[in-house]
């Protein structure tokens, strides 16, 4: 399974972004899916998850009410539309695909994720 993230950039703040990320040799449709961040100087984060189908979805509190996470299973493809950015929204964003039990919906731990992948910055500023 490989995984490109793509759509990242430089915005000033209040602006939007929206990331990509495809996905290739696997079953899409299986798999849960997340995107996740590395801001600078600071520990890998959560930022949402979206169930097989995209009718759940969650979001780290940091983010929720600006961001959304989308997918599109004919595509093969993961989304995430970024609004109303801050500077601290800066970071590497990773998308990431996880294969959890039938009746585990959305996944939150990095470490439940089998699949990751290359990242793509996102600089705001102020």
């Known amino acids: 399974v490989q995984l490109q993230a793509s759509g990242g950039g430089s915005v000033q703040a209040g602006g939007s972004l929206s990331l990509s990320c495809a996905v290739s040799?696997?079953?899409?449709?299986?798999?849960?899916m997340g995107w996740f961040r590395h801001p600078p100087g600071k520990a890998r984060e959560f930022v949402a998850s979206?169930?097989?189908?995209?009718?759940?979805?969650k979001y780290a509190d940091s983010v929720k009410g600006r961001f959304t996470i989308s997918r599109d299973n004919a595509k093969s493809m993961l989304y995430l539309q970024m609004n109303s950015l801050k500077p601290e929204d800066t970071a590497v964003y990773y998308c990431?695909?996880?294969?959890?039990?039938?009746?585990?919906?959305?996944?939150?731990?990095?470490?439940?994720?089998?699949?990751w992948g290359r990242g793509t910055q996102v600089t705001v500023s102020s």
């Open positions: 990431a695909g996880a294969v959890p039990p039938w009746t585990v919906e959305v996944v939150v731990n990095p470490q439940e994720y089998t699949y």
């Open positions: 040799k696997g079953t899409f449709a299986r798999y849960v």
């Open positions: 979206i169930n097989w189908s995209g009718g759940i979805t």
